[in-house]
């Protein structure tokens, strides 16, 4: 892929705020979240490892990370589908950036497709610290 075709975070977030503007139930939400889960491509089973767990969530959320010259991957799994959900926006919008790119990510998708008012607060912690493991890799990185 050249440069050119990469799509920015925040392109990659206007599409994810467009795709959950066409659901007014949040029902309906929660089911295209657990879709998107359903569509996240298997992380190998080398990658769960406990290293590559995310520490704070109530659900296993393995994260693994990876370089392709100047830009991060993210592979990511959970055991749950809401938890695997969450992680797929996550990789969706992070994965294929530069490390730069995923620091100074805003993240504001999140806000504006209100995630955090449809999740317990135990989930709402583990999406921050899914961020901030996956913040932490590019840091590394």
Known sequence: ???TTHKSIREIEEEIIEEFAMFENPMDKYEYLIDIGKQL???SEANKTDDNLVKGCQSKVWLHASRN???????ADSNTVITKGIIGLLTR????QKADD???AKLEFIDKINLRGHLSSQRSNGLTAMIQKMKAF???L
């Open 69 to 75: 010259g100047e830009r991060v991957l993210f592979e």
């Open 102 to 104: 995923i620091l100074n």
């Open 41 to 43: 491509p298997e992380i």
């Open 138 to 140: 590019a840091l590394a």
């Open 93 to 96: 919008v992070l994965s294929n």
């Open 1 to 3: 892929m050249t440069e």
